[in-house]
């Protein structure tokens, strides 16, 4: 595969939906606190989670994991004199769950999981009290937001017979 191609193709995407991507964090109303932490599972070399956070001046951490080591690598050196981000080569499944974040952010990983339900179940435990988990999957008509005025992602686990 041509990482050149993948990678133009992923900035075009995200470009694409930064603005309902706002306004999706824009409704959580996590904003609204300080301090907050930041988890971005699937960052790849950092172009979305700099498009996506890095604007936000009360986001003190992000912290973002890939299994692309190339893309780690830019991620790394992009932002080397830049406390507020960090840059890890991890699976997901690899994650400490005694880590808590405010805001997870999920996009496009889940169709790749070989067990989701185990690792939705684990990003739970690792938001903080007032943290929201950001899941984006392919069909961009559907995102949901943790937690939910509308209990949609309880409805999701539900059609998946699983609990939280």
Request: aromatic fraction near 10%.
């Amino acid at each position: 595969m041509d990482n050149n191609w993948n990678l133009k193709k992923l900035k075009k995407q995200a470009i694409r939906n930064q603005d309902f991507d706002n306004y999706v964090l824009n409704q959580s109303r996590i904003l609204d606190c300080d301090n907050l932490k930041v988890l971005d599972v699937g960052c790849s070399n950092e172009f979305k989670t700099k498009l996506m956070f890095d604007k936000y001046k009360n986001i003190k951490y992000i912290l973002g994991i890939d299994i692309d080591e190339q893309a780690i690598n830019e991620a790394k050196e992009n932002f080397k004199n830049n406390d507020k981000y960090k840059f890890e080569l991890k699976k997901i499944e690899d994650l400490d769950e005694n880590n808590k974040y405010d805001i997870i952010y999920l996009s496009y990983i889940l169709q790749h999981l070989k067990n989701p339900t185990k690792v939705l179940k684990t990003l739970k435990n690792m938001l903080s009290d007032r943290g929201v988990l950001i899941i984006k999957v392919p069909d961009d008509n559907f995102k949901l937001c943790y937690p939910n005025p509308n209990n949609l992602l309880h409805k999701i686990f539900f059609l998946y017979k699983m609990k939280l």
